[in-house]
């Protein structure tokens, strides 16, 4: 006897044929369309499915790079500062080195932050934290340190940061405390490349005749009290004369 084939019995296996039957349909209609230059719907349909799939894909990995960002930024600046030093971003670099300054506290991380502020020029960094590098109490023990490790082109460390440190002072428009600042090592010995002719340089550069008298004058009061010899009286005579020389023009 010949079983009979109920499709209701089983409303999943159905629903199948049904499915089957209705793609079969549309296939068909597909095809006579196709042969009279049809797909247009399906080409389209196809086409918009692309491009919205293409489109969540870039969404989603721009915003999967921008949480990456954030949360190296936050809780990895050291990662993300080599990363800018590695492209060669220096003022991007020079924030993320004040981020690991922030989490650390080490006074190397903060003489970082100053180096890389002043030749990235954003003086306001570099005259805020190079003030708080000086004034920190282990300010002495560290730069006798880096001229015990002799870094080459820096003859004294102290000399060099305040040299950075009243030039970003200059730049951000104080001049008195730029001055005290580059005089600061300077009123009794006039070692060479020192701190004032740094700060004197960087005036000269800048074509700024008004703050290098100051300077000038500055060194002359300087001169009043003291009396230098050998290197250090050629070091003061050879910058006073370049700074007369330049009020002068």
Same mark, same amino acid.
């Given at each position: 006897?010949?079983?009979?084939?109920?499709?209701?019995?089983? +409303? +999943?296996?159905?629903?199948?044929?049904?499915?089957?039957?209705?793609? #079969?349909?549309?296939?068909?209609?597909?095809?006579?369309?196709?042969?009279? !230059? =049809?797909?247009?719907?399906?080409?389209?349909?196809? !086409?918009?499915?692309?491009?919205?799939?293409?489109?969540?894909? /870039?969404?989603?990995?721009?915003?999967?790079?921008?949480?990456?960002? !954030?949360? @190296?930024?936050?809780?990895? +600046? &050291?990662?993300?500062?080599?990363?800018?030093? @590695?492209?060669?971003? %220096?003022?991007?670099?020079?924030?993320?080195?004040?981020?690991?300054? *922030?989490? &650390?506290?080490?006074?190397?991380? /903060?003489?970082?932050?100053?180096?890389?502020?002043?030749?990235?020029?954003?003086? =306001?960094? $570099?005259?805020?934290? #190079?003030?708080?590098?000086?004034?920190?109490?282990?300010?002495?023990?560290?730069?006798?340190?880096?001229?015990?490790?002799?870094? +080459? #082109?820096?003859?004294?460390?102290?000399?060099?940061?305040? =040299?950075?440190? &009243?030039?970003?002072?200059?730049?951000?428009?104080?001049?008195?405390?730029?001055?005290?600042?580059?005089?600061?090592?300077?009123?009794?010995?006039?070692?060479?490349?020192?701190?004032?002719? *740094?700060? $004197?340089? $960087?005036?000269?550069? %800048?074509?700024?005749?008004? @703050?290098? #008298?100051?300077?000038? %004058?500055?060194?002359?009061?300087? =001169? %009043?009290?003291?009396?230098?010899?050998?290197?250090?009286?050629?070091?003061?005579?050879?910058? /006073?004369?370049? /700074?007369? &020389? @330049?009020?002068?023009?």
């Amino acid at each position: 006897m010949t079983a009979r084939v109920d499709l209701f019995a089983e +409303p +999943p296996v159905f629903f199948v044929y049904a499915v089957a039957f209705f793609c #079969g349909v549309w296939y068909n209609k597909s095809n006579k369309k196709s042969a009279r !230059g =049809g797909h247009r719907f399906t080409e389209s349909f196809l !086409g918009k499915l692309i491009a919205k799939t293409a489109g969540i894909t /870039l969404a989603c990995l721009i915003a999967l790079i921008l949480i990456l960002f !954030g949360v @190296f930024t936050l809780f990895f +600046p &050291s990662v993300m500062l080599n990363i800018a030093d @590695f492209c060669g971003m %220096e003022k991007l670099a020079t924030q993320y080195a004040v981020s690991v300054y *922030t989490r &650390s506290n080490e006074i190397d991380d /903060l003489a970082d932050v100053v180096e890389r502020a002043y030749y990235a020029q954003r003086w =306001g960094t $570099a005259a805020d934290y #190079g003030e708080r590098l000086m004034a920190r109490s282990d300010y002495e023990e560290f730069c006798g340190a880096k001229d015990e490790s002799v870094t +080459p #082109g820096i003859d004294d460390y102290a000399q060099y940061i305040a =040299g950075i440190v &009243s030039v970003a002072q200059y730049h951000t428009g104080e001049g008195d405390a730029a001055i005290e600042t580059a005089f600061a090592q300077n009123r009794t010995s006039f070692q060479e490349n020192n701190s004032v002719v *740094t700060l $004197a340089m $960087a005036a000269v550069q %800048e074509g700024d005749k008004a @703050f290098a #008298g100051r300077v000038l %004058e500055e060194m002359r009061t300087v =001169g %009043e009290s003291v009396i230098f010899e050998g290197a250090e009286a050629e070091n003061f005579e050879g910058l /006073l004369t370049v /700074l007369e &020389s @330049f009020c002068a023009q």
